[in-house]
């Protein structure tokens, strides 16, 4: 087992990642408070609430279950108005701790940094607020009953941190793609710890994202565009972001000297990853028109994230209509 720390404060958090962390739910919440909900989904709690509720229940929290229904479609208002209802039924308490169980990408990515959200008809996570969590754990044995190409769009979200911020953590990833594809325990924790402290880093540097958190959204102003276009669900967030690293990789090898041989080995590893490397195709002014309402626009201007080179990324608006559309078309 390993353990990082969210540096954040008053609101600090610790990660513990490893196989069999699940087994400390109950610990962890009673040192918070005796009362609990779970929220979770059921094809998750088919494989892993059970374990989470006997661990809860020997260490004396009392708790309820809450299941929503599964997958992005589903992320929206209805679905939390369902669940207020709930904990208002519940007659839950300020004081009761929320017990989050499942996602995928969560393990590298969402499970970090207390962004919270909900889609909205007209864009992708549009409603949410910041709010950190008290732990996570991150128990790599879950990973065992994740679909393959779920644990596929995850690795979207490590390759990311890799085109981002390190350049040796890329090439550790070209060298062991095949052992993470193939489940291999260490290297599962090697990748996830490697993800979850880049992003606790920038986190810890940046919570609210006026600046250099919005590293993280890399691939992501053409994902978000690629998953409303799309309907939320028939991507996956990961399959999505995945074909908007490639575009934004194109991007910055026309605008930002990105060398075309590392433009290739982003292509190179993503394919491999399993992932789609080109977007679906939409009509430049379908894509100007997503594009515009992704909320990293800022004075009007919408902000790119880009790569000069592989392991370092940079926010801009100074990018010209024309090498936009010269990328998306
Ligand atoms: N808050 C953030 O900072 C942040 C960061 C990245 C992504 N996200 C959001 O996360 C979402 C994508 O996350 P996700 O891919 O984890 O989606 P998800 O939670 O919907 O999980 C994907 C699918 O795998 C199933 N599943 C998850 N864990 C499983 C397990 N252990 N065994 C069997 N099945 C399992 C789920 O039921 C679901 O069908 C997107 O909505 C994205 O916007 C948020
Ligand atoms: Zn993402």
């Known amino acids: 087992m390993t353990a990082l720390d969210v540096a954040l404060g008053g609101r600090a958090y610790p990660i513990h990642i490893g196989a069999g962390v699940l087994d400390q739910a109950g610990a962890t919440v009673a040192a918070i408070s005796r009362?609990?909900?779970?929220?979770?989904?059921?094809?998750?709690?088919?494989?892993?609430?059970?374990?989470?509720?006997?661990?809860?229940?020997?260490?004396?929290?009392?708790?309820?279950?809450?299941?929503?229904?599964?997958?992005?479609?589903?992320?929206?208002?209805?679905?939390?108005?369902?669940?207020?209802?709930?904990?208002?039924?519940?007659?839950?308490?300020?004081?009761?701790?929320?017990?989050a169980l499942g996602g995928g990408v969560a393990q590298v990515d969402s499970s970090v940094g207390g962004k919270t959200g909900i889609n909205h008809p007209l864009g992708k996570n549009m409603i949410g607020a910041f709010h950190q969590p008290r732990a996570v754990l991150i128990d790599t044995n879950c990973l065992g009953?994740?679909?393959?190409?779920?644990?596929?769009?995850?690795?979207?979200?490590?390759?990311?941190?890799?085109?981002?911020?390190?350049?040796?953590?890329?090439?550790?990833?070209e060298g062991n793609i095949d052992a993470l594809l193939a489940r291999e325990p260490q290297a599962l924790l090697y990748a996830i710890r490697g993800s979850c402290r880049?992003?606790?880093?920038?986190?810890?540097?940046?919570?609210?994202?006026?600046?250099?958190?919005?590293?993280?959204?890399?691939?992501?102003?053409?994902?978000?565009?690629?998953?409303?276009a799309s309907g939320y669900g028939s991507w996956l967030h990961g399959e999505a972001v995945a074909a908007g690293m490639i575009l934004a990789a194109r991007l910055s090898e026309r605008v930002r000297g990105l060398a075309?041989?590392?433009?290739?080995?982003l292509e190179t590893l993503t394919a491999r990853a399993r992932l789609p490397i080109a977007p679906p195709s939409l009509p430049v002014r379908r894509w100007?028109?997503?594009?515009?309402?992704?909320?990293?626009?800022?004075?009007?201007?919408?902000?790119?994230?880009?790569?000069?080179?592989?392991?370092?990324?940079?926010?801009?608006?100074?990018?010209?209509?024309?090498?936009?559309?010269?990328?998306?078309?």
């Open 288 to 329: 100007r028109e997503l594009i515009a309402r992704d909320k990293k626009v800022e004075g009007g201007a919408v902000r790119f994230i880009l790569l000069p080179s592989l392991g370092r990324a940079i926010v801009t608006s100074e990018v010209r209509e024309e090498d936009l559309e010269a990328v998306l078309a």
């Open 198 to 228: 880049i992003k606790a880093d920038i986190v810890a540097a940046d919570e609210r994202e006026s600046g250099e958190r919005a590293l993280l959204n890399f691939g992501h102003t053409f994902g978000h565009a690629i998953e409303t």
């Open 260 to 265: 075309a041989s590392d433009r290739v080995r």
């Open 145 to 173: 009953t994740l679909p393959d190409r779920e644990l596929s769009a995850g690795l979207a979200e490590v390759i990311k941190y890799g085109a981002i911020r390190d350049a040796q953590f890329f090439a550790w990833l």
């Open 35 to 99: 009362r609990a909900v779970i929220i979770s989904n059921a094809s998750v709690s088919a494989h892993w609430l059970a374990p989470v509720r006997s661990s809860l229940t020997a260490a004396n929290v009392d708790h309820d279950v809450l299941l929503i229904p599964d997958g992005e479609a589903h992320k929206n208002w209805a679905t939390l108005q369902d669940v207020l209802t709930r904990f208002i039924e519940l007659r839950a308490e300020r004081s009761t701790v929320v017990v």
